[in-house]
């Protein structure tokens, strides 16, 4: 069993399939798709099975001399802070298969192919053990996301995906140059070798570059000011693509902040943190009014997503452990709970070709396992206990009280109007009385969307009874990252 | 005798294209040309491997250098002149151009490109371009009965002319201020006799940047290269792309690094300039464009400022690094100009590009592929080679340029990916593009493997990276 590397493997198995893809006609791409996305699930199981909880460092680690001349290996292994994005972009990746099975009809092999492009880029990301190898990832997965929007988005399609591609090159050729500064000042790339290197960067450096990657980071993320690109990508895009920038993109965004702002700029980390924190209310507040104000269920959905990512961001910069394991968990369950909904909405957009919330209403009458489905995933979202969103926004608003106390009732602020407009999306979409333009349609959905759903709804339930089940992966590592922080702190004190 | 060894590459190169044109007359077909370039330019290539690299030396009077530097420039130009003459095939025969003709002027060019690279004294140096940019000239303007490449030819004449009369003034006040032409002896001299501050000489030495940015397409000396590339056939176009900057590259990095390696300061300032405006001008200006050849000839401006960047920290590291940029910049802007030749006619406007991933799925791919090299995409070989570019940079303290860099590649990821918009975003209109030669197809493979594997094996040309 060991003699395998497994996560090379299942990085690359999707990359093989997307080969594969175009060796075949276009009616096969989609189970050869399936297939593929399958086995790399299946091919993941053993790093769940086997990972040692007990242990801060990475397992299944891999390392092959790259770039010799930039002190590049091809690094990978996890630790408790990557292994459930990994699990989270495995079970995505079969998903988004699951959804586009009928709702794709033009280009389908390159379809299929660029999805499981995008998989093999979201695997690689967070299984990379080097900045290097990480920004490669990083960048590969811009051009799956361009083309998900644009090639098989709807009606604004080339003007999103070119306002998703600009503003993330934007900011990730930005953390090229601090990536670049960083080699220069370092003379390595490796995460680990960045985070243990004494004596530290001097503080002007690391706030230089902390302005560099942030700039990466937050516009995935995305944090307020850059996150306009959000709306339009996810509304123009088709459901595999909003279920892939839901649950996979925007978690890139927070596990940067995790994996390369805080334990590598520490110093700046401190230095940044209270308007890294301002921004993060803001985005949950400003977040959770835009959302109100919505009449298009995507538009809705993309809005909630920078109010509840806005929660992930505060719970980062908390700094203690309450906090980042519930930013953790939050961005697991975020993209479970957001993902069913995009889910959710693609699915009944496909029989009424209508994203606008007033052409609904009665859907449990007509729709009612649909109507089901929402309503956990919508509860989930709601925060409700029970559920899996409510661990990890009680552990963040804790966390937040706990450093700065005005943050938590902005965080309690965002819960409150969070259920809003959550309850209000399900009052107008399925409860009131049946929209006649909807009478004749058949609206429910079929076993195999029932398939892609179950395991979303299920995974809430679980995560929300028993959160231990990701929260006992993170304690090891959180509580290292914790370590890399406050030491500095000493340090600082010491200069 | 031993000399004549140093230049085995150029010796095959003239002979096939002496005995091409004596035999002319008889060479009707293009394909029966162009199998005789490719077959010279691999004997061109594999004859490199007769004189060790360990052993650099010099011949003809300390001239001309057998060098690994010489060796890493000739390889590439014996790949562009390969792909090049395999692009030819069908422009040859739709434009009825002589092919023995055609095909001994890419052989000479090659030649002068080449004797640019192993050069280490500046006459030899003039020489070598001279004879590359003089066979240009008539293959820009080979289609005669054609208006807009015979204005392309003679604005490229005017201009050439110029830049060579500059080059070559600038020649002449390094020779008079340091009693030299040959590379060493310059340096020597600068240093020796403490000539860095001369007026003259600093003159001198701007002139002859200014002459060999031309060669580059480096702004401000960069007007020609729109209307050339547009009047030009899309394989001569690719030619120019590819070959004439690698030879102005090769020039500079030889130059910058040996003769005027005292002149450290001014030249540093002389190439950000080049290098900044480059980028700047020749990514706003793309956006503009709806020609494609005028778009890849903005791009190509655009990219010789990045590879510029290399050179500014004057260190080995980013020659190297400049070297590598040329040699990936040729490949991927040898396969974008090859899908312009694939498709023909419908190739040259960008609106030809509609829908282009329905019809033709894989030229699509490959054009896709080229297109996000130029923008420096990971995992294609135009990111690992502007990663170096960059990092030289920024390692020489340039951080501000290395910014404007990476800003101007956000605004080149519009213009290139509009055509991939164009391509896989928009409705096909017309007919699908015909069938291709297989000689077109064989040269977009390769240029296709080039770009994936410069970009999964950044590190694979180091060793060959020598600089001088």
Excluded at chain 2, 455 to 467: E, H, I, N, S
Aim: glycine share 8%; hydrophobic share 60%; with cysteine.
């Amino acid at each position: 069993m060991t003699t395998y590397p497994p996560l090379t493997v299942i990085t690359f198995l999707p990359l093989a399939g997307a080969a594969v893809v175009f060796l075949f006609n276009e009616r096969l791409a989609r189970w050869i798709a399936l297939a593929t996305t399958l086995l790399t699930l299946a091919a993941s199981v053993p790093l769940y099975l086997r990972f040692d909880r007990t242990s801060s460092a990475l397992q299944f680690v891999e390392s092959v001399p790259w770039i010799p001349s930039w002190n590049v290996v091809y690094g990978m292994g996890v630790d408790g802070i990557s292994l459930p994005f990994i699990f989270l972009s495995v079970v995505i990746g079969v998903l988004c298969v699951g959804v586009s099975w009928a709702a794709v009809r033009v280009l389908r092999r390159e379809f299929y192919s660029t999805l499981l492009v995008a998989e093999t880029a979201m695997i690689g990301l967070f299984a990379a053990t080097n900045f290097f190898l990480f920004y490669v990832f990083w960048e590969l997965m811009v051009v799956p996301m361009f083309l998900l929007v644009g090639v098989w988005g709807g009606t604004g399609r080339v003007a999103a995906a070119f306002k998703f591609l600009l503003f993330t090159l934007a900011g990730s050729l930005l953390m090229l140059v601090g990536l670049m500064v960083l080699l220069h000042a370092s003379g390595t790339l490796d995460f680990q070798g960045l985070a243990q290197m004494r004596p530290r960067l001097s503080l002007s450096l690391q706030a230089w570059l902390f302005v560099a990657f942030s700039a990466g980071f937050a516009v995935k993320v995305p944090m307020f000011p850059v996150h306009t690109w959000l709306p339009d990508a996810h509304t123009e895009a088709p459901t595999a693509g909003s279920v892939i920038l839901a649950g996979i993109l925007l978690k890139m965004g927070g596990y940067g902040l995790l994996r390369i702002a805080l334990p590598i700029l520490p110093d700046a980390t401190r230095l940044f943190l209270t308007p890294m924190l301002a921004l993060s209310a803001l985005a949950i507040v400003y977040g959770a009014y835009v959302t109100l104000a919505q009449t298009d269920v995507k538009r809705l959905i993309a809005y909630s997503s920078i109010s509840h990512m806005g929660f992930v961001t505060l719970g980062i910069f908390t700094l203690n452990r309450s906090g980042l394991e519930g930013a953790i968990l939050q961005m697991v369950n975020h993209g479970i709970i957001t993902g069913a909904l995009f889910l959710c909405v693609g699915m009944i957009y496909e029989r009424t070709h209508t994203r606008n919330i007033e052409d609904y209403g009665g859907l449990f009458k007509v729709a009612p396992v649909y109507s089901s489905f929402f309503a956990i995933f919508c509860l989930a979202a709601a925060g409700v206990p029970g559920l899996n969103s409510f661990v990890g926004e009680f552990l963040i608003t804790s966390g937040a009280f706990r450093t700065r106390p005005w943050l938590g009732a902005a965080a309690i602020w965002g819960v409150a109007l969070g259920a809003t407009y959550i309850f209000w999306l399900y009052y107008r979409v399925v409860l009131r009385d049946v929209n006649p333009g909807l009478r004749g349609l058949r609206l429910d959905i079929n076993v195999r969307e029932v398939a892609t759903l179950a395991p979303l709804a299920a995974l809430a339930l679980v995560l929300g009874l028993y959160p231990e089940s990701v929260l006992g992966f993170l304690r090891e590592s959180v509580g290292q990252l914790l370590a890399a922080v406050s030491a500095s702190a000493a340090v600082a004190v010491k200069l | 005798m031993t000399d004549l060894l140093i230049l085995v590459p150029e010796l095959v190169l003239v002979a096939v294209a002496l005995a091409l044109i004596l035999v002319a007359r008889h060479v009707r077909r293009a394909q029966i040309a162009a199998a005789s370039v490719v077959v010279a330019a691999a004997a061109a290539a594999l004859s490199l491997w007769f004189f060790p690299l360990d052993n650099p030396r010099t011949g003809f009077g300390g001239t001309i250098a057998g060098d690994g530097y010489a060796r890493f420039f000739n390889i590439l130009f014996a790949a562009n002149l390969a792909l090049a003459a395999l692009f030819s095939v069908r422009h040859l025969e739709e434009e009825h151009v002589p092919p023995a003709e055609y095909c001994a002027l890419l052989l000479l060019a090659s030649t002068g490109m080449m004797l640019a690279a192993s050069a280490v004294d500046l006459l030899i140096l003039y020489l070598g371009l001279e004879l590359m940019i003089v066979c240009s000239y008539i293959l820009v303007g080979i289609t005669r009965d054609r208006l807009i490449s015979n204005e392309a030819a003679l604005k490229y004449f005017l201009l050439g002319s110029f830049a060579s009369a500059v080059l070559l003034y600038g020649i002449g006040l390094v020779y008079g201020v340091t009693g030299a032409t040959d590379f060493a002896a310059i340096a020597r001299g600068l240093t020796e006799r403490n000539l860095a501050r001369d007026p003259l000489l600093l003159v001198g030495v701007a002139l002859v940047a200014g002459g060999l940015a031309f060669k580059i397409a480096a702004v401000p000396f960069h007007a020609w290269a729109p209307d050339v590339y547009q009047g030009a056939s899309a394989p001569v176009a690719a030619f120019l792309a590819a070959g004439s900057k690698a030879a102005g590259i090769a020039a500079v990095v030889r130059i910058s690094s040996t003769a005027f390696a005292p002149e450290r300061a001014i030249l540093s300032d002389i190439l950000v300039a080049l290098a900044a405006l480059s980028l700047v001008v020749g990514s706003l200006l793309a956006i503009a464009q709806s020609n494609m050849k005028r778009l890849l000839a903005y791009s190509s401006i655009a990219h010789a400022g990045y590879a510029l960047l290399g050179l500014i920290s004057g260190t080995a590291e980013g020659a190297s690094a400049t070297m590598t940029y040329a040699f990936v910049y040729a490949f991927m802007t040898l396969g974008a100009f090859g899908v312009v030749v694939a498709l023909g006619q419908r190739g040259e406007e960008l609106e030809g590009y509609r829908g282009l991933a329905y019809t033709s799925p894989v030229t699509a791919a490959l054009m896709f592929l080229f297109l996000l090299s130029l923008t420096g995409i990971p995992p294609t070989a135009g990111f690992a080679a502007k990663f170096a570019v960059i990092l030289s940079a920024v390692r020489g303290g340039y951080v501000v340029l290395a910014v404007l860099a990476v800003i101007c590649s956000v605004v080149s990821a519009f213009f290139y990916l509009r055509v991939a918009v164009l391509m896989y975003m928009t409705e096909p209109e017309g007919s699908a593009p015909g069938r291709f030669p297989v000689a077109v197809s064989a040269a977009l493979a390769v240029a296709a493997v080039v770009t994936i594997a410069g970009g999964v094996f950044p590190d694979a040309l180091t060793a060959w990276t020598v600089p001088p």
